[in-house]
């Protein structure tokens, strides 16, 4: 009989390296610790983190007077400032910010106003998503903060991720802890005196890799 030849393919299917695109806004450096963590577990799923800051809209003299200003110029100089290029060009989005009146503050809200040829275009529709905060006190609108970022990114078209319990790090009581199925955070005291715990560290990492491993699935 006649003898069937079928013709493989050699070349092995390369994973390819998704970019994930960490954008924040850091008044006193809590949301930064975050943000250098979710940078970290970006790395560790084999994806490209893309750090980058949120314009800031206060002027010096009022940053001088909040005690900000050192942490501004510090960013300012070592991590760029975000472009609407940046977000049509990254394959998930990681969004941080501290909370102001259970709400993203002001210069975020800015931002993602400018992104609306994004959405006309339908860039960044089916990318993942996720996003991360701090209050001053345990119940200072860290979940409402972040539900809110969420409503934006969902007219944008992204697929919204949040930190599951499979982080089993947010579970635990005994300690005061940032973190929810919503996604990340911390607490800073109301002077800022508490930096994020090793939970809130934790956790940040974990969402980061979940949300560059969902990404990576996405883009196959």
């Not at 299917?13 to 930064?32: C, D, E, P, R, T």
């Not at 345990?138 to 930190?163: D, K, N, R, S």
Request: charged share 20%; glycine share 12%.
């Amino acid at each position: 009989g006649k003898k069937i030849i079928k013709k493989t393919n050699n070349k092995s299917k390369q994973q390819k390296m998704v970019k994930v695109l960490i954008v924040f806004h850091s008044a006193y450096g809590h949301i930064l610790s975050l943000a250098k963590k979710y940078e970290e577990g970006v790395k560790k799923a084999g994806g490209e983190a893309i750090l980058r800051r949120i314009p800031e809209t206060l002027s010096e003299e009022v940053l001088t007077k909040m005690g900000a200003i050192h942490l501004h110029n510090k960013i300012k100089d070592e991590i760029p400032e975000v472009t609407k290029e940046d977000v049509a060009g990254a394959d998930a989005l990681i969004l941080g910010a501290g909370t102001r009146f259970g709400s993203m503050p002001g210069q975020v809200k800015s931002f993602l106003d400018t992104l609306s040829s994004l959405w006309m275009s339908g860039t960044v529709v089916g990318r993942p998503a996720g996003c991360f905060t701090a209050s001053a006190t345990q119940h200072g609108g860290q979940e409402a903060t972040i539900l809110g970022m969420h409503v934006p990114l969902f007219h944008l078209g992204y697929v919204i991720v949040g930190c599951p319990y499979a982080f089993q790090g947010q579970m635990g009581n005994d300690e005061i802890h940032g973190v929810s199925p919503y996604g990340v955070s911390t607490i800073t005291n109301g002077d800022g005196s508490r930096q994020p715990s090793e939970v809130d560290l934790s956790a940040a990492a974990f969402h980061g890799e979940h949300i560059t491993k969902i990404a990576t699935k996405l883009s196959a």
